[in-house]
């Protein structure tokens, strides 16, 4: 409609933010909404669609940006007291990349505090509520990215992945969202939580709309030493409708002991779906230390944020407590006052684990579990062309019913943490309801597939409608 001028940019973003206003005060999925800047970038991409200078698809259409994502001129708050009034004087690489496609953006998505959470409870700011249901979460961290795909407050969204962070809101909110493989997008510019595992990924309605955004985030950044330098195909290219010849293998221990039975059968009735579609499937493939994930994981991240989160001093930038006789108590209080609970015991957690006399026991021994688990994958898909399995074990859980057992929400990503930790692709798209609540299907893939995973997805959404699916507003 934007290329044969039935609709202008303006009108499109005029609508949109409209919607934002009207659906926010419910939701809470936005820390900033951008309006004059996304009207002036609206009149800027009319402009070059006018002259048939826009290159991209993605020209004139709104979009949303995880709020741990720089954008100049724009406060970047991680959602934490910390950073409530910080603005960067630069934008993030995807961020960058977005512009000169000539989007439109809207506004920055609430998350939990600097990414760590998996509810989007440990906002400093307020708790997101899921549209499916406005008394559960939307999953986290990147639970304000997910809620405006699926309730419409932008056609996509930004998201960054360490542990889930973007697939596991996905499953939760009934959209499309994928991690691509570690070093497929820059993270120059995203805040720092655990930077061997942090990555970037879009969420959409679609595979399709996934496909596009990825093409125009991907690619190597001399600025982030751990961008890889390959170039990025045109993802469009792989969607197509049928899996012959694909090799699938169902891990069954990511049916995990406590899985709700309703989400297993979800899910295989799905897996079942693929097969019909003429992929083989092996219902008994084996991942053995898939269970160890867990503990290496929350030993790894904790300890990565522990010695990232140090720049927080109140010296530099951010929040500053400053009526004190010292600077060392000046710092102290400065984290004690601008750190969340859920950030603090992180940062305990990775101190502890660092330090003397414990730093071979606990992070050196979950690095190794780490080499033990992606040589597992790495075997799985001398079999495998891809990996099935739920995205989460349960459907979207009650605020407040575990916030206070920090265990209890650590198990929400036990199915997908293992994929960040061996730096794979992974997509989560909806496969079906139960209770009313949509349940998310994960596939996943040996590094830099993301045509593969993409093809997998795109097959089984020509065949359902589950992603079509919208929540009542």
């Known amino acids: 409609m934007l ?277 083989s499937v092996d219902w008994e493939a084996s991942l053995p230390h898939t269970p160890y994930a867990l503990a290496a994981y929350y030993i790894i991240a904790p300890s990565e944020a522990s010695a990232n989160l140090a720049r927080y001093d109140g010296v530099k930038y951010g929040f500053s407590y400053a009526e004190t006789d010292s600077m060392w108590q000046a710092m102290e209080k400065t984290r004690e006052h601008g750190f969340g609970p859920e950030v603090k015991r992180r940062i305990m957690l990775g101190t502890y684990a660092l330090s003397a006399g414990y730093y071979d026991a606990w992070y050196l021994k979950a690095q190794k579990v780490r080499t033990l688990i992606r040589q597992e994958f790495d075997q799985a898909f001398s079999r495998f062309d891809a990996l099935i399995t739920p995205t989460s074990p349960t459907v979207p859980f009650k605020i407040g019913e575990k916030v206070d057992d920090p265990l209890q929400m650590y198990l929400s990503d036990v199915c997908t943490l293992p994929i960040n930790i061996a730096g794979l692709p992974a997509v989560s798209i909806p496969a079906g309801f139960t209770e009313g609540l949509p349940v998310g299907m994960q596939i996943i893939g040996k590094p830099f597939s993301e045509e593969t995973i993409l093809k997998v997805a795109h097959a089984f959404q020509q065949t359902t409608d589950w992603h079509q699916k919208k929540p009542e507003m």
């Not at 936005?30 to 698809?57: C, F, M, N, R």
């Not at 993605?58 to 741990?68: A, E, F, H, Q, Y």
């Open 3 to 279: 290329k044969t001028r039935q609709l202008s940019s303006v009108e499109l973003t005029k609508s949109y933010l409209e919607w934002i206003r009207e659906v926010e005060p419910e939701l809470k999925a936005l820390v900033t909404v951008t309006d004059e800047l996304a009207l002036a970038q609206a009149e800027k991409a009319d402009e070059l669609i006018a002259a048939g200078e826009a290159q991209s698809p993605l020209s004139g259409i709104p979009v949303l940006i995880k709020d741990n994502m720089c954008t100049r001129g724009v406060r970047t708050t991680c959602s934490s007291r910390m950073l409530d009034n910080f603005v960067p004087p630069y934008d993030a690489t995807v961020v960058e990349k977005l512009n000169d496609c000539h989007v439109v953006v809207v506004g920055k998505t609430n998350m939990d505090e600097f990414a760590m959470g998996s509810s989007t409870e440990n906002s400093a700011f307020f708790p997101t509520r899921n549209p499916w249901d406005r008394s559960r979460v939307p999953g986290g961290s990147s639970g304000g990215s997910a809620v405006g795909v699926a309730a419409g407050e932008a056609v996509y969204a930004l998201g960054s992945d360490t542990g889930g962070s973007i697939r596991q809101p996905a499953g939760f909110c009934g959209v499309t969202g994928l991690k691509p493989t570690y070093g497929r997008v820059s993270r120059y510019g995203l805040v720092a939580f655990a930077s061997s595992l942090d990555q970037i990924g879009p969420l959409t309605q679609d595979v399709a709309d996934c496909a596009l955004v990825l093409g125009a985030i991907a690619g190597y950044d001399p600025r982030d030493s751990t961008s890889v330098p390959y170039p990025a195909p045109d993802y469009t290219q792989c969607l197509r409708d049928d899996l012959k010849g694909l090799r699938l293998g169902v891990p069954k221990e990511y049916f995990v002991e406590g899985m709700q039975p309703e989400v297993a059968a979800v899910i295989r009735a799905a897996i079942s779906q693929l097969e019909g579609l003429g992929a």
